[in-house]
Every structure is written in structure tokens, then in C-alpha cells.
């Protein structure tokens, strides 16, 4: 019997190790990023199409080819889930509005107006990490499942592992520099473990001397080939955008 108290303490000792820097690990993440990123509030950009390829957008989603067939459009995001994108669809302007679970497209030359209910259908809903942007929204939009530190090639990152509340066999994955607190990549998964999706964020930009937004996004398939790439322009944070413009 002393034997055996013996030989499990170490593993007790061990286990306890563990599950405590784990935990330290999801704390630090989640308070680093809600301290830097508390000031935000919206976001006005412009985001330009550099490169799409059609047949390799599609594999990520049927529809998902549609919005880089705008070739510039301006976005408007207000936290929490707001956001109003215009750009034109060939010569007739284009407008999309989000807010919470309703959708609105609106196309005006043609009249037409399509409003959705978009409770069961979480990708649509667009939240701050969809920007390219880290917050502590990634806490309270989704649920973390974990949370790790890692080696990347520039240093210290977060691998966070969240999902949707009403789908939560589907994984994603953002790892996000521990210095910086720049958002690096995020991946989508499948139910069935695969990959769906990979977003590589790059050529950041620090607006407001708190705040990192990315210059250029890749999107890559499950296939790893580069799907499309879109650049950020005219980045301007916290302007105090009124709740009217995504009037739905």
C-alpha cells in the first residue's frame, strides 16, 4: 500500500502541474487581450479584392465565392455584431447589413430587398475576429474550449480553440502573437475534424496606438491552395458609428 501512495503521487503531482498552467495559460490569454483591445468599439475600412479564384473559393463554401465579386467595398463594424458593407456588383451598387441575427441585402437600382433571420446560420453572423481583429469578444461570442502557449517563428502565441454555441462539433483555431496580441492565422474545421478553411493575416497596422489590424488576409481551402486575398485600406477605429446605420 506505501508503495503504491508512492508510486501515484508524482502522477497526482503531475496531473495537478498540468491542468494548473493550462489554466494559467486560457487566463493570461483571455486578460492580455481584453486589457489591450477594452477601448474598441468600430471599425471603418476599406477592403480591395486582390486576388480571386472562383472554382477554389467555392470548395470553402458554395456561396462563399460571392463577396470577393465585390472588387472594393466599405466596411462599417460596430461591436458587438454590427456591421454594413456597400460595393457594387458589376455598375448597381450593393448593400449588405448585419446586425445580431438579422441580415439585410439590398440591392437599390433593381429594388431589391432580402432580409433574413440568421439565428440557425452562425457563419453569417459577423463578430470582431472575422475583421481580422482580436478581442475578448472571442470570449463572450463563442466558447473556448482551450487555450496553449506555443513557439511560432517570430515568438510567443496564443492557440485558441473556440466554437459557436449551436455548433460546437465544428472547431476553429486562432493563434495570436503573445508580444503584439496581432491575430497570425485562424482555421476552420469540420465536424468531422477536417480542414474547411485557413486565414493568414499579415502586414498589420497599429490604429490608435492600441489596436492591430491586418493589411492583407490569404485564404487558403482545404486543399491548400490560395483561394483569394483581400487588403485593407483607410483603416479608422473608433469613430463612434450610430447604431442607425445597421437599422435593418
Known sequence: MIARTIFFTPLWAMLAVLISSSSAAHGDARSAIG???NGFRDVTLTCKVLYANHAELKKIG?????SYEFK???VRYKAPNKMKMEGKLGLLKAVVVINGDRKATII????????ENIRDEPHKRQTDID?????????????VLGNADERGPSGAVYKITFVRENARDKKHVC?????????LKVEKHESDGSLKSRYIYSRHSLIE???????????YNQDGKLAGTTAYENIR???GIPDSVFRI
Do not use: C, E, M
Request: proline share 4%; glycine share 6%.
Open 72 to 74: 472594393s467595398t466599405t
Open 35 to 37: 486589457q489591450a483591445t
Open 237 to 239: 477605429i473608433n469613430t
Open 131 to 143: 475583421i481580422g481583429i482580436v478581442t475578448d469578444s472571442v470570449w463572450r461570442d463563442y466558447i
Open 175 to 183: 493563434w495570436v502573437d503573445a508580444r503584439t496580441l496581432k491575430l
Open 209 to 219: 496606438g492600441f489596436i492591430w489590424v491586418p493589411g492583407r488576409i490569404d485564404v
Open 62 to 66: 458554395k456561396d462563399f465565392n460571392k
Open 108 to 115: 437599390p437600382a433593381i429594388h431589391y430587398s432580402k432580409k
